[in-house]
Each structure stands twice: as C-alpha cells, then as structure tokens.
C-alpha cells in the first residue's frame, strides 16, 4: 500500500514526529495529573471548594483548542516557543477529566470504612493514603486515560501552530494533496491513541477491586 | 482496692450536643466504671450512636464534658485517645483492599510495632475470634458476614486497648449467627474485662450482654437499671420495652444461656 | 503490589529520559520550506546544492504553513535550514519597522537572529522578491507608465485588486496609498491572490498588487511598475540555518555561500512560471538551474 511504502520511506521522519507528539502528550499528561489530582483530593475534602474549582475547569475545556492556542501566543515566555504553549495548552484540556475522576472516584470510597478508619486513630494523613487513594486508583486511572487520549488528538492540532508532531504530516499533506502524508500522520496518530487507551486500561482493571 | 480503679473510665458531665436546628442531646450525665460492659439502649434517634461518638470524638460536645480515664476528651490528643479505643461499628468498615491480616494488624502497624509482633499479635487475635489460621491471606470480600465482625472485633481489640466501643456490631447478621457472636462476647469479656460500650436497640441483646443498661429517649437519659432491675422496672419507658419485646426475657437477663 | 509499582515507575523514568532528549539529526539536515511554490523552488535548490556538495543525507519537510511555523521549527531543532525573506524576518518575526536598504536589512536580521536564536543567514539568493504593482503590458506601453508614481497620477481612473492580506497589514495599501498619494475611482476589490492576474488579463481590474517574481508577469505580458519611492521592504531570499547545523557540518555553509547572489529577478520569475503554468517538476526545473550555474554536475540538454 502507498501509505505503508511511504512510511518506511520516511521511517526517520515518522519515527521523530511520533517522539515528538509522544514527548507533548506525556509531560501534558504527568503535568495535568501533578496538578489535578492534588486538586481533586482537595474538593473532595472541602466541598466548598467542588463548585468553583470543576466550573473553572469546565470553561477551559469548552474553549476550542485552536482558540487556546491563539490566546495563549502573545503571552511573553510561553509564546516564544510553540511547544511549551502546546504542553501547556494541552495541560490544562488534561485537568477537567483528571480532576473530576479524582474528585468522584474519592468520594466513592464506603463512608463506613472512613469512619472506621478514624475511629482507629488513623490521621486524615494516613487515611488519604492508605486508604482513599488506593481505592480510588481505578477511577483516578480511568480520568488520566480519558485525559490522555484526549490528548493525543489535541496534538495534532498543535501543529498548526508549529509545535510539531503527528499532526505535522497531517497539515502537510493537506497543503499537498498528497494523501499518503496525512496518513502518515493520521495512523500513528490515531495507534497512538489506541495505544494510550489500551494501556492504562490495563492498569485500572488490575488495580480495580475483584 | 487502690483508688484508681474506682475512677470512672468514662464520666459524661452535662454534655449537650446540638447539631443545627436539632438538640440530639441534652443533660447527659452518665459515670461509666472499669470492667463493665454499659449498654445504650434506644430507638433511633435517640441519640445512643452520638453518645458513643462523643467518647472517641468523632463528634464534640456543644457544652459539658466528656471525660475519659480522668481526662477530658477534648483536651486530649485526638489520635492518642482513638487509638487507646477498640471501636467496632454495624458495617463492619474492613478496608477491602487489604488482607485480614493487615485489616487486623492496623493499628499496632501505625503505632510502630515490629513485624515480628504484628503478626504475633494477628495469629492471637485470630484464634482468639474463633477464625482459622488461613484466613489471614483472604480478602475481605471473601469472607461471610460473621467472619467479617469476627475480624472487625479482632482488629478493635488490636493494640489491646482498655476501652471498647460498639456501635451495634452484630445488627446486620441473620439470627443464628448474632447469637454466636453474642455468646463469644460474653466469654471474652469474661476473660479480657474490657471496659465496654455497646449500643443497641434490642432489648434481648441489651439484657444478655449489658451489665448495666442506660435507657435513652430522645436525647435524654431515662434511667440506668441493671438487667433484672429493669425487666421489673416502674419506669414507663423501661417498661414500654419489656412489653414490646414480650416473653423470654428472664432468660437473656439471666445471661450465659448456652 | 508494591513490586508492580517500582516497576511502572521504572517504565515512566525511562520513557521520559528517552523523550527528554531533544531530536537532533546524525548525519542529515533537514531543510524545510513554506507552502508556496516559489518556497519549494527554493527550498529544493538548498537540498540539492547540499546533497552535491556535502556528501550528507538531506530530508526535506516542505509545506510548513508559514513564516512563525517554520521559526518554531528551526528554533526546536526540527529543520536544519529554510529559505525565508529578509523582509519577513524583519518585520513578522523580529517585529521591527521594515527600512533601510537591502543591505542594512540583511545586516540587521542576521545579527539579530545570531543574537536572539542561535540562527545565522547564509547570502541572499539574488533576487529580491517584494510586492510588485502589476499592470497589463499593453497600458504600460500605451500611456509609457513604468513607475508606481507615473500610475499614481492615472489612478483615479483605474479599478485596483488586492489581496485580504495586502488589503489589512498596515504596511500593505494603507501605507502604500499614503506613500504614492494613491486614489483609486472605487474601493480596491479584494479578491483571492490566486484570480487576480486572471482578473487583470481580462480587464476586470486595471492594477493589481503581486509578487515581483510572479511566474504569470512574463506570461500574461504584465509588467511590475518600479517602486520609485522605495516604500517596500525589501525582500531578498536567503536561507536560514541553525549555528549548530554550521558548527557540526561546515561544508553545509560553504555549499550555501556557494548559491550566493545566483539567481536573479528574472530567472526566478522563469522557475515559478515553469513549475505554476507549466507544471513542470519542481525537482527537474531545479537541476536544470544548478547545473546551467555549473553548481553540479551534468550537462543542461537544452544548450546544443
């Protein structure tokens, strides 16, 4: 198939544009799990905070990406260089899934066994980790992976703003009619995808509770 | 006799407790002794589960004292006091993602005990709950229910505290099974003398267990009586109980019915 | 379950060292160019003067969308090289005021760009490929006009067409109008770039704004009135490289210095018609040109 010769063609090329948009994907990702997480725990401690904290987050998801992107040039130090944008752009599309799964799957967690818990003498230190994250590690995993397939196909748009990428090949081929390198960047794009899903699936179902 | 053992290990002084428009409590006073197994015995609402939440803090007094071996509850190191306390509650409140051995040995484990003499302390416990060994390495979810309150107790009593709180443990178990559990009790405190709290709502259990009984009704102490003296009480409360549990009482209040 | 966990994170740590390091192209360079032909044209000539020259693999990444995409990525390490108007640099990415003349530009961009992004020029091309006024030959001829002040005088009778683009930057017809006292009959019709010419050849319009080195100029028998006044920047090509790729790879500047001053208005404007109205390839129209410069190898068929 044309697509298939193309790529090993050009396997170096692909090959960069895949580390590249893995490189966007993967500190977006750990960045938005470093902030939304510890968010997370901290609305589902203090309900006063639950409301402000998922509305905010909801308003950054709702702004469409290309717009964020847009917004955020101008900015001095960020929007010298595109890829620091894209990773940030890309964080904050991460936080709402993160936060709101973190969020849920905490608040899950069987009062009677908190209340047991404290009623022990456990500190809320030890509780939350002994006790709250670890139960609610498969829901917490199932945002992260929502975040991070998310993700992967914000990424190609960060191409167009230069930050390269899969979605590269994908702007390039539409300047080219050459349909071969839009699915050069198309397919990897979307295994990646695949990929991201597959994994950290995985990990959840091991993590869930039989 | 020296003097300590006849302070009160709980002493309730006026103790109020509010919680928005509801008075769930008022004008409690109550002196629990060392040794004796106190029962609260009430419908719901009467605000039995608050009086014993009051004694491990897990809620304040809005005005009075609760005091615990002398000290006052709420000047105490929160974590100290509820770790000096077994609490054992309805739902048994296993953490389901541990063993049965490391559910058992959590409180020795956070207070800093060696290895060695959690898993010591586990074996002793289990046998001393009435569970086979193996059981160790299950889950909790692989467990029946009177296992899973057997392991609840084993835990409670973990780090060998003198006072235990129970919130009525064997409420949630089919009959034949409360029964056991109920039997077991009385061995054990036969052999541990724990100082023990025990909430409930059955009469029969109360009468069986309770060395002393403290009728509450609508967040008011009505009397303390002992089983006997209450099957034959005057108390219009007290006695609106005997009649709704009917017959057969003579022989839980006469206790140890084999 | 704590085994399971040291290793994911073994996992974590070792992916992120491997991504962390940024990309960098043993023994290729990469040349980019924009999406525009005369930038593939450009571009094309780069990566074959390299491949003769330098004896290294080159990869070409053409079709990036514009002048900030390409900054983006030659500032990441992404292409090595690319074409870019001296110009543009100035005034779209340096944002200054565009003045001076060809070589105070080029002095000045090169400098900054050594300065600020670790990037140097090599030589201009040769051409300089600014706005052009474009207007039919036939009226050139006829009302003998060859500068843009000669049309000014005429422009209150003639329809002008001009790009979106040209139409709104400040330094488009706003400034253009304000340097050659301009006023057209009508407002100036904004059309896409690509109908304009067509528009003009078949009297739509009577002036439209172009590029200098438009392939259609020789083509549709249209003539570029001269900028007497100077009001454009100019806008001389010349390849942007990464001071790293010289430093590793010195034969790539030398085979660029070598481009130098090679191609003239004329002969790009003849490239660009070759490749847009005849559809030649890119590659083949390229060779030809290097090899007529005797920059490589192989004899032009065309000569007898």
Same mark, same amino acid.
């Given at each position: 198939?044309?697509?298939?010769?193309?790529?090993?063609?050009?396997?170096?090329?692909? @090959?960069?544009?895949?580390?590249?948009?893995?490189?966007?994907?993967?500190?977006?990702?750990?960045?938005?799990?470093?902030?939304?997480?510890?968010?997370?725990?901290?609305?589902?401690?203090?309900?006063?905070?639950?409301?402000?904290?998922?509305?905010?987050?909801?308003?950054?998801?709702?702004? =469409?990406?290309?717009?964020?992107? !847009?917004?955020?040039?101008?900015?001095?130090?960020?929007?010298?260089?595109?890829?620091?944008?894209?990773?940030?752009?890309?964080?904050?599309?991460?936080?709402?899934?993160?936060?709101?799964?973190?969020?849920?799957?905490?608040?899950?967690?069987?009062?009677?066994?908190? /209340?047991?818990?404290?009623?022990?003498?456990?500190?809320?230190?030890?509780? @939350?980790?002994?006790?709250?994250?670890?139960?609610?590690?498969?829901?917490?995993?199932?945002?992260?992976?929502?975040?991070?397939?998310?993700?992967?196909?914000?990424?190609?748009? %960060?191409?167009?703003?230069?930050?390269? !990428?899969?979605?590269?090949?994908?702007?390039?081929?539409?300047?080219?009619?050459?349909?071969?390198?839009? *699915?050069?960047?198309?397919?990897?794009?979307?295994?990646?995808?695949?990929?991201?899903?597959?994994?950290?699936?995985?990990?959840?179902?091991?993590?869930?509770?039989? | 006799?020296?003097?300590?053992?006849?302070?009160?290990?709980?002493?309730?002084?006026?103790?109020? #407790?509010?919680? !928005?428009?509801?008075?769930?409590?008022?004008?409690?006073?109550?002196?629990?002794?060392?040794?004796?197994?106190?029962?609260?015995?009430?419908?719901?609402?009467?605000?039995?589960?608050?009086?014993?939440?009051?004694?491990?803090?897990?809620?304040?007094?809005?005005?009075?004292?609760?005091?615990?071996?002398?000290?006052?509850?709420?000047?105490?190191?929160?974590?100290?006091?509820?770790?000096?306390?077994?609490?054992?509650?309805?739902?048994?409140?296993?953490?389901?993602?541990?063993?049965?051995?490391?559910?058992?040995? *959590?409180?020795?484990?956070?207070?800093?005990?060696?290895? /060695?003499?959690?898993?010591?302390?586990?074996?002793?416990?289990?046998?001393?709950?009435?569970?086979?060994?193996? @059981?160790?390495?299950?889950?909790?979810?692989?467990?029946?229910?009177?296992?899973?309150?057997?392991?609840?107790?084993?835990?409670?009593?973990?780090?060998?505290?003198?006072?235990?709180?129970?919130?009525? =443990?064997?409420?949630?178990?089919?009959?034949?099974?409360?029964?056991?559990?109920?039997?077991?009790?009385?061995?054990?405190?036969?052999?541990?003398?724990?100082?023990?709290?025990?909430?409930?709502?059955?009469?029969?259990?109360?009468?069986?267990?309770?060395?002393?009984?403290?009728?509450?009704?609508?967040?008011?102490?009505?009397?303390?009586?002992?089983?006997?003296?209450?099957?034959?009480?005057?108390?219009?409360?007290?006695?609106?109980?005997?009649?709704?549990?009917?017959?057969?009482?003579?022989?839980?209040?006469?206790?140890?019915?084999? | 379950?704590?085994?399971?966990?040291?290793?994911?994170?073994?996992?974590?740590?070792?992916?992120?060292?491997?991504?962390?390091?940024?990309?960098?192209?043993?023994?290729?360079?990469?040349?980019?160019?924009?999406?525009?032909?005369?930038?593939?044209?450009?571009?094309?000539?780069?990566?074959?003067?390299?491949?003769?020259?330098?004896?290294?693999?080159?990869?070409?990444?053409?079709?990036?969308?514009?002048? $900030?995409?390409?900054?983006?990525?030659?500032?990441?390490?992404?292409?090595?090289?690319?074409?870019?108007?001296?110009?543009? %640099?100035?005034?779209?990415?340096?944002?200054?005021?565009?003045?001076?003349?060809?070589?105070?530009? $080029?002095?000045?961009?090169?400098?900054?760009? /050594?300065?600020?992004?670790?990037?140097?020029?090599?030589?201009?091309?040769?051409?300089?490929?600014?706005?052009?006024?474009?207007?039919?030959?036939?009226?050139?001829?006829?009302?003998?006009?060859?500068?843009?002040?000669?049309?000014?005088?005429?422009?209150?009778?003639?329809? %002008?067409?001009?790009?979106?683009?040209?139409?709104?930057?400040?330094?488009?017809?706003?400034?253009?109008?304000?340097?050659?006292?301009?006023?057209?009959?009508?407002?100036?019709?904004?059309?896409?770039?690509?109908?304009?010419?067509?528009?003009?050849?078949?009297?739509?319009?009577?002036?439209?704004?172009?590029?200098?080195?438009?392939?259609?100029?020789?083509?549709?028998?249209?003539?570029?009135?001269?900028?007497?006044?100077? #009001?454009?920047?100019?806008?001389?090509?010349?390849?942007?490289?990464?001071?790293?790729?010289?430093?590793?790879?010195? /034969?790539?500047?030398?085979?660029?210095?070598?481009?130098?001053?090679?191609?003239?208005?004329?002969?790009?404007?003849?490239?660009? $018609?070759?490749?847009?109205?005849?559809?030649?390839?890119?590659?083949?129209?390229?060779?030809?040109?290097?090899?007529?410069?005797?920059?490589?190898?192989?004899?032009?068929?065309?000569?007898?």
């Amino acid at each position: 198939m044309n697509v298939i010769r193309f790529m090993v063609e050009n396997q170096a090329q692909v @090959l960069e544009l895949t580390l590249e948009h893995l490189w966007l994907v993967g500190v977006s990702t750990f960045l938005a799990t470093l902030i939304g997480v510890p968010l997370g725990i901290l609305i589902a401690h203090r309900r006063q905070l639950n409301r402000p904290v998922l509305a905010g987050a909801n308003i950054i998801q709702t702004i =469409p990406s290309l717009a964020l992107f !847009g917004f955020l040039l101008p900015v001095p130090w960020l929007g010298a260089r595109s890829d620091r944008l894209a990773i940030l752009a890309l964080t904050l599309y991460a936080l709402l899934p993160i936060i709101r799964n973190t969020y849920e799957g905490i608040r899950g967690v069987d009062a009677a066994v908190l /209340e047991a818990g404290r009623g022990m003498g456990m500190t809320e230190v030890q509780l @939350l980790f002994q006790v709250e994250l670890p139960l609610a590690m498969s829901v917490i995993l199932s945002g992260i992976r929502v975040a991070a397939v998310i993700s992967v196909g914000l990424a190609t748009i %960060a191409a167009a703003i230069g930050a390269g !990428g899969l979605g590269e090949f994908i702007f390039r081929g539409l300047a080219m009619v050459d349909d071969r390198v839009i *699915l050069a960047g198309a397919i990897p794009a979307a295994i990646l995808a695949l990929l991201a899903d597959f994994s950290v699936g995985w990990l959840e179902r091991r993590l869930r509770l039989r | 006799m020296s003097a300590e053992n006849t302070n009160p290990a709980i002493e309730f002084r006026d103790v109020a #407790y509010r919680v !928005g428009e509801t008075q769930v409590l008022s004008g409690f006073n109550l002196h629990i002794a060392r040794g004796e197994t106190l029962v609260l015995l009430g419908r719901s609402g009467s605000g039995k589960t608050t009086t014993l939440k009051l004694i491990n803090r897990l809620a304040t007094p809005t005005s009075g004292e609760v005091l615990v071996n002398g000290a006052s509850a709420c000047e105490s190191d929160v974590i100290r006091l509820r770790r000096g306390m077994g609490y054992v509650i309805q739902e048994v409140g296993l953490f389901p993602h541990f063993t049965v051995a490391r559910n058992i040995g *959590l409180v020795p484990k956070i207070g800093g005990w060696p290895e /060695e003499k959690v898993r010591a302390r586990v074996e002793e416990l289990l046998q001393l709950v009435g569970l086979p060994a193996e @059981l160790a390495s299950r889950y909790p979810h692989q467990l029946s229910g009177g296992q899973r309150q057997r392991v609840g107790v084993a835990r409670a009593l973990a780090a060998d505290p003198n006072i235990l709180l129970m919130d009525e =443990p064997f409420g949630a178990l089919d009959p034949l099974t409360r029964d056991e559990l109920q039997r077991e009790f009385l061995l054990l405190q036969r052999r541990l003398r724990k100082t023990v709290v025990f909430v409930t709502h059955d009469l029969r259990e109360a009468l069986r267990l309770g060395s002393r009984i403290a009728l509450m009704e609508a967040g008011r102490l009505v009397t303390v009586l002992s089983p006997r003296e209450f099957l034959t009480s005057p108390d219009p409360w007290a006695s609106a109980y005997v009649r709704a549990f009917g017959d057969g009482l003579e022989s839980a209040a006469n206790r140890g019915a084999s | 379950m704590k085994h399971f966990w040291r290793k994911v994170c073994a996992l974590v740590v070792c992916a992120c060292s491997l991504l962390g390091c940024a990309p960098s192209h043993p023994g290729r360079v990469v040349v980019g160019s924009k999406n525009f032909t005369e930038s593939f044209i450009l571009g094309e000539m780069i990566a074959q003067q390299i491949e003769a020259h330098a004896n290294l693999r080159v990869e070409r990444r053409f079709y990036l969308a514009g002048s $900030y995409i390409c900054q983006q990525a030659i500032l990441a390490g992404r292409i090595d090289v690319y074409p870019e108007y001296t110009g543009t %640099a100035l005034t779209a990415i340096l944002k200054q005021p565009a003045n001076g003349d060809k070589e105070a530009v $080029y002095q000045r961009v090169k400098s900054e760009y /050594e300065q600020r992004f670790g990037l140097t020029l090599g030589p201009a091309l040769g051409f300089n490929d600014t706005f052009a006024m474009e207007i039919r030959g036939e009226d050139a001829r006829r009302l003998n006009v060859k500068t843009l002040s000669e049309a000014a005088r005429l422009a209150p009778q003639w329809r %002008a067409g001009f790009g979106y683009e040209f139409m709104e930057r400040p330094d488009g017809y706003p400034g253009l109008a304000a340097a050659y006292g301009l006023h057209f009959a009508e407002q100036p019709r904004i059309m896409d770039l690509g109908l304009l010419a067509r528009a003009l050849k078949d009297h739509q319009i009577d002036l439209a704004a172009g590029n200098a080195t438009d392939g259609l100029i020789p083509a549709l028998d249209l003539v570029a009135l001269e900028d007497d006044r100077h #009001y454009f920047p100019p806008y001389e090509a010349v390849p942007v490289i990464r001071e790293q790729t010289v430093a590793q790879h010195p /034969e790539v500047a030398r085979a660029l210095a070598e481009l130098g001053g090679k191609i003239s208005d004329e002969e790009m404007r003849q490239m660009n $018609y070759e490749v847009d109205a005849q559809h030649r390839d890119t590659r083949d129209v390229v060779r030809e040109f290097l090899q007529r410069k005797g920059l490589i190898a192989g004899t032009d068929p065309s000569t007898p």
